[in-house]
């Protein structure tokens, strides 16, 4: 009975050391597969971080591929020309419109001062006054036309002799006038 004590007793110590060891190597094993799987999860990570920097790298390679491609460079350079083609045929539009309300203004005062004035040049000397004025102009149509009303202005003005202080007086107004008109 003894024995039978014994034996159930070192079968109960073996038992409880056996079952305890494979307790003790199994949690060693797990946690060496613990450290395991973080291991691989910090390397996951860093492998992620190097994929993220190759992506970007990848994005900027398109980029400069995308900026060298001849014909995308075309599209970009054809599509400049066509811009720029617009805001040149717009300043120039805007400049001709300008210069057009500008010489309508010019000639509008020039006429204006003429009718006042032509009255006080002899009507011998109007033909010739009026022959010697040139306009920046080199169509000759224009000259005509404004050369034409000028005759006319001149056949209808009576004719009013003028002292020396008046005809004075007028040459200071006729230079403030042009002055004026030149800083418009």
Known sequence: MIDAIIQAVTTAILSILGVGGLIYWMKRHIDALKGAVDAQHKTIEAQAE????????????????????????????????KFVDHEKERALQE?????????????????DFIKQTMS??????????????????????????FKERLYRIAERAPYQPLSEEDIAAISKATQNLLLLNIQK
Request: no cysteine; proline share 5%; hydrophobic share 35%.
């Open 120 to 145: 006080f040049v002899p009507p011998g000397q109007r033909k010739e006054v009026i022959d010697s004025i040139t306009l920046p102009f080199p169509d000759s149509k224009i000259q005509n036309e």
């Open 95 to 111: 400049s001709e419109t300008r210069m057009i309300e500008n010489s309508y203004n010019f000639f509008t005062t020039l006429m």
């Open 50 to 81: 190097i994929l993220k920097d190759f992506e970007t790298l990848n994005k900027i390679m398109k980029t400069v591929i995308d900026t060298v491609n001849e014909s995308s460079m075309l599209r970009r350079v054809e599509d400049y020309k």
